[in-house]
């Protein structure tokens, strides 16, 4: 069996952190090659491709990809940092995938979406939790049920690890940049949403850590397409003590489910729990490379188009909160975006 090539354009905390671990396993046992490694900080990419045996190093990755002979490459970027890296790849017949947020711009990120389904390659948006074996659990347990409300608590402590997640302008706000997969989740499991109002309490100059200049909690509220209504909080107000809680609970006809990333609970008994502690990365990681191997998106579980509802969603909530809370439609809202962009 051939093994796939891939490359890798960021070499930030996640891609070093989760992405490359999880496909070490692959590269060990033949099954990729990792072969190229593109950082504007050239250190960065050399000592990353000194860690996981990889033989180029590139600073630009319109060398990378004209010189490489690669099957796939991971592109992952802050949201805001995104040019032509997609564009470029899906041009020269390279699958890609491409962390979340895809971008603070839905329009840019339909443009994208576009050159992707032109170019026919595979696509994948880093959204690792459908890979949870509970999350397809859940959706299977939901099959035969009525859902009509989902409830998402995060409440998170400490201060944020990366200069970039801590400033709205450049990651959107941890609506955007964190609970994007938790909605993501629930789109997983109760399909597209239509309709989001939100409200923020907005952090003042001075309070909590620099250089944190984002809101202390995020509030929004769903209309999904089935007519399932869901309610998501983020809270980021703790910042000095550990204490954090995460419920994501789905509500259908005498049946209250909570799902968590190790155990699923009905009416307060647990109908599943994990016995080994999977790693959604690597399920992910691996479910990509036999995606690309085949040339088909279909086996992919976020492919970049059909993640686009996602990241309106969290970008829908951040246009409703910044206009009072005003119900914003997210056909209507990708669709004028997307003028504006072209």
Request: hydrophobic share 40%; aromatic share 10%; with cysteine.
């Amino acid at each position: 069996m051939k093994p796939v090539r891939l490359g890798f354009i960021g070499l930030g905390y996640i891609t070093v952190r989760a992405h490359l671990p999880a496909l070490k396993p692959l590269a060990e046992a033949g099954e990729v090659v990792l072969q190229a490694f593109c950082d504007v900080n050239e250190e960065t990419a050399r000592e990353q491709a000194d860690s996981f045996g990889g033989p180029a190093v590139y600073r630009n990755h319109h060398d990378m990809l004209a010189r490489e002979e690669l099957d796939a490459v991971y592109i992952c970027l802050p949201p805001t940092l995104h040019t032509d890296e997609i564009t470029t790849a899906v041009a020269a017949g390279v699958h890609v995938f491409v962390e979340k947020p895809q971008s603070l711009d839905i329009g840019q990120a339909a443009e994208f979406a576009r050159a992707i389904e032109q170019a026919g390659v595979v696509s994948q948006v880093g959204f690792m939790s459908r890979y949870y074996p509970s999350a397809e659990f859940t959706r299977q347990l939901l099959a035969d049920k009525t859902p009509r409300h989902a409830q998402l608590q995060l409440f998170y402590s400490g201060s944020h690890i990366r200069y970039w997640t801590s400033r709205y302008e450049l990651c959107g706000g941890s609506f955007v940049e964190n609970t994007v997969h938790m909605v993501d989740l629930l789109r997983y499991l109760l399909g597209d949403i239509e309709k989001v109002s939100a409200f923020y309490f907005e952090r003042q100059p001075g309070e909590g850590p620099e250089p944190i200049n984002m809101p202390h909690v995020y509030n929004a509220n769903y209309r999904f397409a089935s007519g399932v209504v869901a309610n998501a909080t983020t809270s980021r107000v703790l910042t000095n003590v550990k204490a954090s809680r995460r419920e994501v609970i789905i509500v259908s006809d005498d049946s209250l489910i909570e799902w968590s990333p190790t155990k699923v609970v009905e009416n307060g008994e647990t109908v599943w729990e994990a016995e080994s502690n999977d790693n959604a990365f690597a399920l992910q990681a691996h479910a990509f490379v036999e995606a690309v191997r085949a040339e088909d998106t279909a086996l992919m579980r976020s492919p970049y188009a059909g993640s686009l509802n996602s990241l309106a969603a969290v970008l829908g909530a951040n246009a409703s909160a910044e206009q009072g809370g005003q119900v914003i439609d997210l056909g209507e809202f990708a669709a004028l975006e997307s003028e504006r962009s072209s």
